[in-house]
């Protein structure tokens, strides 16, 4: 038997349940600072 979009209803669909980020990594915020005149320096 198929649905209105013709797509068969005894097959299910698989659900992605992995997480996509790890617990041990921090999160939070972050200062990204560039120099105006020297474009290629940077900092964290």
Known sequence: M???I???TNI???KNNKK???K???RGT???VR???VK???AI
């Open 12 to 14: 299910k669909a698989k």
């Open 6 to 8: 013709g797509y068969a």
């Open 20 to 22: 996509k980020r790890l």
């Open 40 to 42: 290629q320096m940077t």
């Open 24 to 26: 041990d990594i921090m």
């Open 35 to 37: 120099s105006k005149q």
């Open 30 to 32: 972050f200062t990204h």
């Open 2 to 4: 198929t649905n209105r």
